[in-house]
């Protein structure tokens, strides 16, 4: 084991900057990181076991004991409880004969949960040593677990492939692409190379323009105008660096898992032309751990677009050099905060940083660097090729161009479209063939839970923002409990923590919504939500804190008669439950207690 | 050069270097803003979050946020004093705080400002957490059930090599303070009582001494938190 770690300790340079990418490996050779390989990463680094373990701890896919020879990550974010993952965990938990978060004695089967694996449109689904198996059932996931006991890999318990790239050999995956609606601008016939050789014709400065006048924003949810970014970027000194955020992790999106797979070269050349704009040498591709099963394909990508002269040295002839590599993510969903994604780049914790400084003046390794969305990216690439105004003449007013939307959930038609911005919700579920809609969560967790009576509003950056994640929630639902505790649960496991408000409230919020989902709750606990989501909104650093109480907050403004309905009008009612508390003893001893109320 | 500025806090006219922390800004001014996770020079955390004031309407962590010309800061307003009274209540219902067999008490910032925003029972639920205790290293209890995760001694308490001592370990709810064992054996008295002074709370705890100065002649005993610095521009 020791000369092992010590060789993939010296492949990445001995450099503490590639922590992740050690742990990856190691993670990956073993199926764990024991206390020696720490030690020795600290003697080798020279830094503290400490610093290793806070990294290392970080992380989801990262364990210090064995996950077991084959290791199960079962989604259990919303959509996954919808189409049916109790049936799914049943059936693992009786075949393997163990419970969910253990492994079985003789290593061999370990089942464990995990967030949102971008699979939305294909629940559920799990991941098996990193290979991805969607649309599991109990016959399924019988034929699974006895390919496990007779040894076979998990490779080879693929049966059926998926359409498009994902039937490359390099990828050979199970995952459907299931694009429902193509665009002008993303899923339009593309062919590499127009963009770039466009942008590499004319000067940095005319690139930014370019994509000011089309005044594109950043398409991972925030909107920041693109230009803009870049622009700022650009008047830095020194060495510059272009990131590429696909660490989809914001629960119910997965178009950008469908663009890596069908537009990975556009992405690529979107980055190029990226680097072009802001005068830097080296992008990255931060990809997100549940998508490891492309890497190998996105990585040829890079070579084809090496040999093609599309990546390297003097692109096209230009005297530009420009190189991208792939940093792989290890479960984190505060990575897709950019600063936080830098962070985790640079080997650390994903904690997301204080601003000022931004990125853009000082980000990777300090030096000014672009975050983009690969949606972003791609954009740019089809503007630069057709120019500002084309794109502009697309969407709204305020919102130019199409959005690609990841639509899950109670429908007939999950998958991927691309629409122009200004569609309306009712639009939309006429689309995806949507009936006794109860509400549809805009945007993900983060966003908001839309009642029917705002169907009418328009999918754009200045009416219903979002990064692309749309979750239609039929009426059959239970709200409370199926929808806004699940959204909490997540956002309690995904808080870095760092920050007081943003890791107790979510905690204190998740437990608040379960005593009402529970039936012990009253009017004034519905009050307090409330105000405590506001406290937390007001002072938490990052993104996730300011959005993470949404879930509460929107449903208590547009479905306050759920909560009503729930709660008990006395002044206190203790969320105490006798009956639950003494469920395990009772369990144990095979007897039942009757409590007197 | 450094550029002189003016500012305001709650309509008062304050001067500071321009680039300046809003927070040491205030503090030259003779304005305290509360801070737990703060140390004046050294790299901010902005992680206790109760030095959230609002500058041209806007929430910003004080400790974060450089003073610039012009500035208008709301600090003792009702709403703030509310979220810190608030964010103090919560630290208390995270951790499991027991003040009166604290060796800390009296010297802690996080008890100092339960009196200052005069807290009486918290408006959150306990969460009785369990937190392991570590006193394996030679000179240092880490008494974790009092941890607020400040991260002043992953800051500044290093080895002789400049490696941390201290660091984070998991992350949301798991998170906690992890002390390198290795490392904490090379510690001398004096770094150890430097990361027992630098601790606002009493989780980190020098061993075999304790309560040198008693009970009631301690510094938060006789005067208030924050006292100093508004006394000081009176």
């Known amino acids: 084991m020791k000369e092992k770690i010590i060789s993939i300790i010296k492949a990445h340079g001995t450099d503490t900057a590639r922590l992740m990418d050690i742990l990856l490996r190691v993670q990956a050779e073993f199926g764990y990181v024991s206390t020696e390989a720490v030690s020795i990463m600290a003697t080798m680094l020279h830094i503290s076991e400490v610093d290793v373990v806070q990294t290392l701890s970080f992380y989801h896919f990262f364990t210090t004991d064995a996950v077991g020879k084959y290791a199960v990550y079962m989604n259990n974010s919303l959509v996954s409880c919808m189409m049916g993952m109790k049936e799914v965990v049943d059936e693992f938990e009786k075949q393997a004969g163990i419970k969910f978060g253990s492994k079985t004695p003789d290593g061999l089967i370990g089942l464990y949960y995990t967030a949102c694996i971008g699979m939305n449109d294909q629940e559920p689904a799990a991941l098996i040593n990193g290979i991805v198996f969607t649309e599991l059932n109990r016959e399924k996931v019988r034929n699974i677990v006895a390919d496990m006991k007779a040894g076979k890999s998990v490779n080879d318990m693929v049966a059926v492939i998926g359409d498009g790239i994902n039937a490359n050999p390099l990828m050979k995956s199970m995952v459907k692409n299931n694009i429902r609606k193509s665009g002008p601008v993303i899923l339009a016939d593309y062919t590499l190379g127009i963009g770039i050789a466009k942008a590499l014709t004319t000067d940095s400065k005319s690139v930014i323009k370019e994509v000011k006048d089309s005044n594109l924003r950043g398409r991972g949810g925030a909107g920041f105008p693109t230009g803009m970014k870049w622009d700022f970027c650009s008047r830095e000194t020194g060495v510059h660096y272009v990131l590429c955020n696909a660490d989809e992790g914001e629960p119910g999106t997965f178009k950008d898992r469908v663009l890596l797979t069908e537009r990975a070269y556009m992405v690529f050349e979107g980055m190029t032309i990226g680097g072009y704009a802001i005068g830097a040498a080296e992008g990255i591709l931060y990809l997100r751990n549940e998508y490891t099963y492309m890497k190998a394909y996105l990585e040829n990508v890079l070579n084809d677009m090496r040999t093609k002269n599309f990546l390297g040295n003097n692109i096209l002839g230009k005297g530009f050099n420009f190189d991208i590599r792939i940093q792989m993510g290890a479960g984190a969903y505060v990575c897709g905060e950019e600063s936080a994604l830098i962070e985790s780049s640079e080997g650390k914790r994903g904690e997301p940083r204080n601003r000022p400084p931004f990125p853009v003046q000082k980000g990777y390794k300090g030096k000014p660097t672009i975050v983009n969305n690969v949606e972003t990216f791609c954009s740019v690439v089809r503007i630069s090729e057709k120019g500002a105004s084309w794109y502009n003449a697309i969407g709204t007013s305020e919102s130019a161009g199409t959005k690609l939307l990841s639509i899950s959930g109670d429908c007939k038609l999950p998958g991927v479209y691309e629409i122009a911005w200004g569609m309306s919700i009712n639009e939309m579920l006429e689309m995806v063939g949507a009936e006794n809609v109860q509400t549809v969560q805009v945007a993900g967790p983060s966003g908001i839970c839309l009642p029917p009576k705002q169907f009418d509003r328009k999918i754009a950056l200045e009416d219903l923002p979002t990064g692309g994640s749309m979750i239609v929630i039929g009426q059959h639902r239970d709200l409370l409990k199926d929808v806004v505790l699940n959204f909490m649960e997540f956002f309690a496991d995904e808080s870095c923590g760092s920050c007081v408000t943003c890791r107790s409230f979510n905690m204190i919020l998740r437990n608040a919504i379960e005593k009402i989902v529970d039936g012990h709750g009253i009017k004034k606990d519905v009050e307090n939500m409330l105000a405590w989501s506001e406290i937390l909104r007001k002072t938490t650093r990052c993104g996730l804190g300011q959005t993470s109480s949404n879930p509460i907050s929107t449903t208590i403004k547009n479905f306050r008669e759920l909560y009503d309905a729930r709660v008990k009008d006395v002044d206190y009612q203790s969320d105490f439950d006798m009956q639950k508390s003494v469920l395990a003893s009772c369990e144990a001893v095979g007897r039942s207690s009757v409590v007197h109320e | ?234």
Do not use: W
């Open chain 2, 1 to 234: 050069m450094s550029e002189t500025i003016k500012f305001t806090i709650d309509g008062k006219e304050c001067q500071g270097t321009k680039g300046q922390l809003l927070v040491d800004a205030a503090a030259d001014n003779g304005v305290y803003i509360p801070v737990l996770c703060h140390m004046r020079d050294l790299i901010p955390a902005g992680s206790c979050r109760i030095c959230t004031v609002k500058v041209n309407g806007r929430n910003m962590a004080a400790c974060t946020t450089p003073a610039e010309e012009g500035m208008a800061v709301e600090n003792n307003t009702p709403e703030f004093l509310d979220i810190r009274k608030a964010i103090v209540e919560m630290l208390f219902v995270e951790g499991n705080h027991f003040c009166p067999a604290c060796e800390k008490s009296g010297n802690c910032d996080l008890q100092a400002l339960g009196y200052k925003y005069q807290m009486m029972v918290p408006r959150f639920p306990y969460a009785f957490e369990r937190r392991e205790i570590d006193a394996t290293t030679p000179k240092i209890f880490l008494e974790r059930n009092r941890c607020i995760f400040c991260k002043r001694c992953v800051r500044v308490i290093k080895d002789e090599e400049g490696r941390n001592i201290f660091a984070f370990k998991g992350r949301g709810n798991t998170l906690e303070i992890n002390i390198d064992r290795k490392l904490a054996a090379t510690m001398t008295d004096e770094i150890a009582q430097k990361a027992m002074d630098i601790c606002p709370v009493g989780c980190i705890l020098k061993k075999e001494i304790g309560f040198v100065n008693p009970i009631g002649q301690r510094k938060y005993d006789t005067m208030p938190i924050g006292s100093d610095i508004e006394n000081n521009h009176q």
